[in-house]
Every structure is written in C-alpha cells, then in structure tokens.
C-alpha cells in the first residue's frame, strides 16, 4: 500500500517540513559526493550503540563525534528509495502535525522523536556495531502524533493489483495502526535480523503518542499566530477525492469540491477520484474563474449508467475556503 494524501487539509505552508524535507537531500548528496558504501563515514555519522558501550570502539571517537552521531544520523538513508519512502512521509502526515504544534515546537518536537527512537534502539541493541541511519524513527513520530490528532483522517492509498493501479481511502487509524501493528511483528519475529531498526521505529510512535500529550499542557506563547500570516495557503490541494451522492433521479450524482477565494477568482484545474463501487478514475476537473460560493460543476456523462438510458451526470458544488 502507497499513501497518496490525505484529506486533512493545512491552512499554511509546512515550512519546518519543507526544511526537514531539504535538509534530508543535502545529506543524500553529500552522501552520494563520499560514496554510498563509505563505511568509515557511516561509522562517523551513524548511530553505532558499540560507541558507547564498548572501549575498543568508543576510544576511537571523541565526545563531540559522541553527541554529534546522536543527531546527524536521522539525516542519513541508506539508498534511494530509503530516503523517497521516508521523505514522502513525512511530506504526507508532517504539515498536519506541524499546523498543530506550530513550526518552532514541531522541529522540537521531530528532533525529540529522533532521539527517542535512537534511545529505543541503543536499548534493544546496547553492543552492535552496525551503523544504524535514517529518519524513519523521527518520521515515526510524526506518524504517531497523526495517529493520534487526525485518527478519522482518510488516506488516499494506491493499491496495486498487478498492473491496475486501485485507489482506495483508508481512516488513518486504520493505515497508521496496520503499519505500527507490522513495525511490532517484524521486531518480535523474523523481521529482527533483516538489518532494519524495528525497534526504533516503535519508539518512534510511542514517542509521537506521548509527545503530543506533553505539547497539550504546554501555554501557547502567541509565535505561530505571527508565522502564519507569511505561510497561509493560498491554494486547495491539486488532487481532492469526491465523496459522491445519488440524486433523486438514480442516474445523476453529487459531490462538493473545495477551492481558495484566489483560485474562485482566477479558475483553476483539479484532479479528482470519484469512488463508485470498485473502480476510482482520476479525472480533472476545470473551475472557470469568478465561480462563487455553491456554485455547482456539471460534469456530463460522470454519473451512474442506468438500463435502458442515457449515463448520468455528476453535479459537483463549489466551496470556497477563505485562504488569503
């Protein structure tokens, strides 16, 4: 299963994601400029729970290299589709997270998240001495605290089914549930010695559930009201799914799509997934500019075939999101 987008939308731009996001891919390419399978850098910059517990190894390592190690690890990925898979998470569930925390804690709060899943897995492997890297523990959290903030959020998930690329919508607590649920199973069975930090990653998760719980009795200081005036969308996302409802007539049907007052103004194109019974087409959709409020889209042939008469039609209503 691939996660698509979900449907909570954010207000503002994630600017602390995007950073993290950007901070990720200079890491990749200051990799890529050493060598994927430089070891000794690795060993420089990866977590290795031997330097800290054993005297042959950490004698090797200076106290700066010992704290830096516990940080610049998250930043690492061991190939390329390790790194897409962890920043396209991230991408996914980190605006949400960080609309609620507010940019300055969130990047606390994900870096926190690394920490904790590095501890979760010095604790479980106190003397190996294999490098371990990547941000899936910090990402981790940030799925976590999305478990927990959005769990009746849906998921636009991407099922292949061989060659038939199948779009299906799945509640976050579902999705994110299935995936800690695995994470555990592949730590406590088979999965352990398949080179992958399991055990990070749970910490990760429980790391997020908590961290979320701290953030809640901590005061407001008033910084992210200031932050979002510069980062407030101005634009609905590009792909939105169409929930869609039978009209009186059993051939027509009806949906809502959302759009900002700039893109009401201008017009603008969507892409759309209508479920309807097992088959999900992506069609887009184009606004005419100056639309207004419930203004309603018709789009001819897109409804329900009925026996003896001509396709439906589907009629979608415009809501306008006040997002400038």
């Not at 200079?26 to 850098?41: C, D, I, R, S, T």
């Not at 054993?54 to 940080?71: D, I, K, Y």
């Not at 979760?120 to 999305?146: E, L, Q, W």
């Given at each position: 299963?691939?996660?698509?987008?979900?449907?909570?939308?954010?207000?503002c731009?994630?600017?602390?994601?995007?950073?993290?996001?950007?901070?990720?891919?200079?890491?990749?390419?200051?990799?890529?400029?050493?060598?994927?399978?430089?070891?000794?850098f690795?060993?420089?910059?990866?977590?290795?729970?031997?330097k800290?517990?054993?005297?042959?190894?950490?004698?090797?390592?200076?106290?700066?290299?010992?704290?830096?190690?516990?940080?610049?690890?998250?930043?690492?990925?061991?190939?390329?589709?390790?790194?897409?898979?962890?920043?396209?998470s991230?991408?996914?569930?980190?605006?949400?997270?960080?609309?609620?925390?507010?940019?300055?804690?969130?990047?606390?709060?994900?870096?926190?998240?690394?920490?904790?899943?590095?501890?979760?897995?010095?604790?479980?492997?106190?003397?190996?001495?294999?490098?371990?890297?990547?941000?899936?523990?910090?990402?981790?959290?940030?799925?976590?605290?999305?478990?927990?903030?959005?769990?009746?959020?849906?998921?636009?998930?991407?099922?292949?089914?061989?060659?038939?690329?199948?779009?299906?919508?799945?509640?976050?607590?579902?999705?994110?549930?299935?995936?800690?649920?695995?994470?555990?199973?592949?730590?406590?069975?088979?999965?352990?010695?398949?080179?992958?930090?399991?055990?990070?990653?749970?910490?990760?998760?429980?790391?997020?559930?908590?961290?979320?719980?701290?953030?809640?009795?901590?005061?407001?200081?008033?910084?992210?009201?200031?932050?979002?005036?510069?980062?407030?969308?101005?634009?609905?996302?590009?792909?939105?799914?169409?929930?869609?409802?039978?009209e009186?007539?059993?051939?027509?049907?009806?949906?809502?799509?959302?759009?900002?007052s700039?893109?009401?103004?201008?017009?603008?194109?969507?892409?759309?997934?209508?479920?309807?019974?097992?088959y999900?087409?992506?069609?887009r959709?184009?606004?005419?500019?100056?639309?207004?409020?419930?203004?309603?889209?018709r789009?001819?042939?897109?409804?329900?075939?009925?026996?003896?008469?001509?396709?439906?039609?589907?009629?979608?209503?415009?809501?306008?999101k006040?997002?400038?």
């Amino acid at each position: 299963m691939i996660p698509i987008r979900d449907n909570q939308v954010s207000d503002c731009v994630p600017v602390v994601t995007y950073a993290l996001i950007s901070m990720n891919m200079v890491a990749w390419v200051v990799q890529l400029q050493v060598g994927l399978h430089n070891e000794g850098f690795f060993y420089h910059f990866g977590l290795v729970p031997a330097k800290y517990t054993v005297w042959e190894v950490s004698r090797h390592f200076g106290v700066f290299n010992h704290l830096l190690s516990l940080f610049s690890y998250m930043f690492l990925h061991g190939g390329f589709w390790h790194l897409l898979g962890n920043m396209w998470s991230l991408y996914i569930f980190g605006d949400n997270v960080e609309s609620h925390f507010g940019s300055a804690r969130f990047f606390g709060f994900y870096i926190l998240c690394g920490l904790i899943s590095g501890a979760c897995h010095f604790m479980f492997n106190p003397f190996s001495m294999v490098p371990t890297i990547g941000a899936s523990g910090a990402i981790a959290g940030v799925m976590g605290a999305y478990f927990l903030l959005f769990p009746r959020s849906r998921i636009l998930t991407l099922v292949p089914i061989i060659i038939i690329p199948w779009f299906i919508e799945i509640p976050a607590f579902i999705f994110l549930g299935f995936w800690f649920l695995m994470q555990f199973l592949n730590a406590a069975g088979q999965g352990a010695g398949a080179g992958i930090a399991w055990w990070a990653h749970i910490g990760g998760f429980i790391a997020g559930l908590v961290l979320v719980k701290i953030n809640q009795g901590l005061p407001r200081t008033g910084t992210q009201q200031k932050i979002n005036r510069y980062t407030r969308k101005q634009h609905t996302p590009k792909l939105q799914t169409i929930l869609a409802a039978p009209e009186p007539n059993d051939r027509d049907l009806s949906g809502d799509i959302e759009i900002s007052s700039l893109e009401a103004l201008t017009g603008t194109q969507k892409l759309v997934t209508i479920p309807w019974g097992f088959y999900k087409p992506l069609y887009r959709v184009s606004v005419p500019p100056g639309v207004r409020q419930g203004t309603r889209l018709r789009l001819t042939g897109m409804g329900r075939s009925v026996s003896g008469q001509p396709k439906g039609d589907m009629f979608l209503t415009v809501h306008i999101k006040n997002a400038i």
